[in-house]
T-cell receptor, first 115, second 115 residues
Framework: AQSVTQPDIHITVSEGASLELRCNYS??????LFWYVQSPGQGLQLLLK??????LVQGIKGFEAEFKRSQSSFNLRKPSVHWSDAAEYFC?????????????FGRGTSLIVHP | ETGVTQTPRHLVMGMTNKKSLKCEQH?????MYWYKQSAKKPLELMFV???????ENNSVPSRFSPECPNSSHLFLHLHTLQPEDSALYLC??????????????FGEGSRLTVL
């Protein structure tokens, strides 16, 4: 079964600084990979996804993520963080075998942005 | 209305009550999900209805009972809950099958408090 690890529970950055949120997955083949964001009191919203092809994926709100097969990682990055980026971020993986396509989510990383 | 709508947004109930959570999606999707979100835990998949087939997490207690009368509506019936069931319950939908895109569209959640 696939699993997702987000090693950082909290990340604190200053506004304008760069950001990297880590995500590692465990799966025998190349899965589908996703990053979602959840603002307080809201549901989750998709930031970006990777299925195949170019390993650097661009998403909404200036976010990007890079798939590294050798490290089983799919880290989320942003060059300059805005105060409105403070939220909970979830990495998710979907198995590409079996046909069920049900995502498994990580525990989430809470991003705190200092002015 | 657009997207995924959940009602009620907040629910307080006693352990002997019977209540239901409702979810409606206006996206034309063919799969709907219930997730449980507890503080500092991974999102827990409870139930999936996909292309008329129900998939469930076998660890979900029987006091939670889903109902999916059609592809646009999903209910979660609650009966004799425990205080540890207090959580945010998220509904999501997706387009599965041959035109699978991977993206889940979430509602804003129903915050449940069991006294």
């Amino acid at each position: 079964a696939q699993s997702v690890t987000q090693p950082d529970i909290h990340i604190t950055v200053s506004e304008g600084a760069s950001l990297e949120l880590r995500c590692n997955y465990s799966y025998g083949a190349t899965p589908y990979l996703f990053w979602y964001v959840q603002s307080p009191g809201q549901g989750l919203q998709l930031l970006l996804k990777y299925f195949s092809g170019d390993t650097l994926v661009q998403g909404i709100k200036g976010f990007e993520a890079e798939f590294k097969r050798s490290q089983s990682s799919f880290n989320l990055r942003k060059p300059s963080v805005h105060w409105s980026d403070a939220a909970e971020y979830f990495c998710a993986v979907v198995s590409t075998s079996g046909g069920s396509y049900i995502p498994t989510f990580g525990r989430g990383t809470s991003l705190i942005v200092h002015p | 209305e657009t997207g995924v709508t959940q009602t009620p947004r907040h629910l307080v109930m006693g352990m002997t009550n019977k209540k239901s959570l409702k979810c409606e999606q206006h996206l034309g999707h063919n799969a709907m999900y219930w997730y449980k979100q507890s503080a500092k835990k991974p999102l827990e998949l409870m139930f999936v209805y996909s292309l008329e087939e129900r998939v469930e997490n076998n660890s979900v207690p029987s006091r939670f009972s889903p109902e999916c009368p059609n592809s646009s509506h999903l209910f979660l019936h609650l009966h004799t809950l425990q205080p540890e069931d207090s959580a945010l319950y998220l509904c999501a939908s997706s387009q599965g099958g041959a035109i699978y895109t991977g993206e889940l569209f979430f509602g804003e959640g129903s915050r449940l408090t069991v006294l």
